[in-house]
């Protein structure tokens, strides 16, 4: 059972930094992290989780949502089974639950997997 385990949220003023990471563990049948792309999550109260980051398995490619572009970056160390979010210039609607998705493609379509999210405030 493949399980996601993130870390690093927490109280930061505006324009201020975090990092968090999420560390997965569990893979059998043949899957090893790197067979996975992973991504980044968040989801503010009253609000519709929405895709932040997302990073290739090889980590070649990366994609932002437009809201945090320029601020946050997605990176992955697969041999440590690793992926992290650098958050630069924190904003006040950056405030959400972060969650870490791993993704698994098929022919046919995908697998996703999620940790429990971890809380991420931007407050003065």
């Known amino acids: 059972q493949v399980q996601l385990v993130e870390s690093g949220g927490g109280l930061v003023q505006p324009g201020g930094s975090l990092r968090l990471s999420c560390a997965a563990s569990g893979f059998t049948s043949g899957f090893t992290f790197s067979s996975y792309a992973m991504g980044w999550y968040r989801q503010a109260p009253g609000k519709e989780r929405e895709l932040v980051a997302e990073?290739?398995?090889?980590?070649?490619?990366?994609n932002y949502a437009d809201s945090v572009k320029g601020r946050f970056t997605i990176s992955r160390d697969n041999a440590k089974n690793m992926v992290f979010l650098q958050m630069n210039n924190l904003k006040p609607e950056d405030t959400a639950v972060y969650y870490c998705?791993?993704?698994?493609?098929?022919?046919?379509?995908?697998?996703?997997?999620w940790g429990q999210g971890t809380q991420v405030t931007v407050s003065s």
């Open positions: 990073i290739t398995n090889t980590g070649g490619s990366t």
């Open positions: 998705n791993a993704r698994l493609y098929f022919e046919l379509g995908y697998e996703d997997l």
